[in-house]
């Protein structure tokens, strides 16, 4: 960490601790604590290596535990790079997948924020084959309930929501496709009989992005797949853009960007993103978890 510092010439020390309780915050100084067995002096800068997948693995699940156990509000991750985790005997596709996998938690999705932009997904990381037969109202009903609580946890206390359509024009009736018909419209009916706030039909995914934007129409998106919702979302904010994690128990954000290793190295990264991170996990980490919940607001 000390030689991180001095890539980016920053006049800031690394402190090494044994425990959250020995982290002294003070100015100019990141308090580290590193898990045990983790032979970072070995790593090499910029290179996919089982070693670095491992360290990556050790830190996540230590900031999880510690999140879980009460003793830090929230996890704020930076990018992994998938290949070096799997080298490692982890397979997992991503963050995402662990963080569900260590709270046990069963339902969660990524949610891409920045400003007034959100938008949650039905599917991520999969063919888009899969993503198509992933479309299934349980899914889309339980992404909608997810998207609503994570809005709710940013201080919007009824939030309007808006669901994608697949195909192009939201299927035209069934002329290009049928599961806005058959799985989209039920799932948008079940959480409107709950009382969430949801645009009463689908919404074609070549306007439902700009009506959100540009007319402030909605406070959140769920889009069906991966490139449909991240597409939007990096061309609204590419540097600046965070990723939520939303249905954990805990907290937890993180840069939405790649590892960059032709860059390591070299100081030239941006950090808006992870300030951007810090700055979500902060404002999620004030807002009581009860008051999420339909109904929870004082």
Same mark, same amino acid.
């Given at each position: ?139 889309? +009903?339980?992404? *909608? @309930? ?9 201080? $919007? =206390?009824?939030?309007?929501? %808006? ?84 249905? +954990?128990?805990? *907290? @937890? ?9 032709? $860059? =390591?190295?070299?100081?030239? %990264? ?29």
């Amino acid at each position: 960490m000390q030689w991180a510092f001095g890539v980016i010439g920053a006049p800031c020390r690394a402190r090494s601790i044994g425990s959250v309780a020995e982290a002294a915050f003070a100015p100019g100084t990141l308090d580290v604590l590193e898990p045990g067995g983790v032979q970072l002096d070995r790593l090499q800068i910029g290179k996919v290596q089982a070693l670095a997948g491992q360290a990556a693995y050790e830190f996540i699940v230590t900031a999880i535990d510690l999140a879980q156990a009460g003793d830090v509000a929230a996890v704020i991750t930076s990018a992994i790079n998938k290949e070096a985790l799997h080298l490692a005997g982890h397979k997992f596709d991503g963050h995402t997948e662990l963080f569900a996998w260590r709270t046990g938690t069963r339902k969660v999705t990524m949610m891409l924020a920045s400003g007034h932009f959100r938008v949650t997904h039905v599917s991520t990381h999969c063919a888009l084959r899969q993503a198509v037969e992933r479309c299934k109202t349980e899914r889309i +009903l339980d992404v *909608i @309930r997810l998207t609503d609580e994570g809005i709710r946890r940013m201080g $919007i =206390a009824t939030p309007h929501l %808006a669901v994608a359509g697949l195909n192009p024009h939201a299927g035209e009736g069934g002329i290009f496709g049928v599961e806005e018909i058959e799985q989209i419209q039920p799932a948008i009916e079940l959480a409107r009989r709950e009382g969430l706030n949801v645009y009463p039909s689908p919404v074609p995914g070549d306007t439902v992005f700009v009506r959100m934007r540009e007319g402030r129409e909605f406070d959140g998106v769920v889009a069906q797949y991966h490139d449909q919702g991240h597409v939007a979302a990096k061309l609204l904010d590419f540097w600046g853009g965070v990723n939520i994690t939303l249905g +954990l128990p805990i *907290i @937890r954000t993180s840069v939405d960007h790649g590892t960059a290793f032709d $860059i =390591a190295g070299t100081g030239k %990264a941006r950090p808006d993103s992870l300030i951007n991170a810090i700055a979500y996990a902060r404002q999620m980490a004030l807002i009581p978890a009860h008051m999420a919940l339909p109904g929870g607001e004082e």
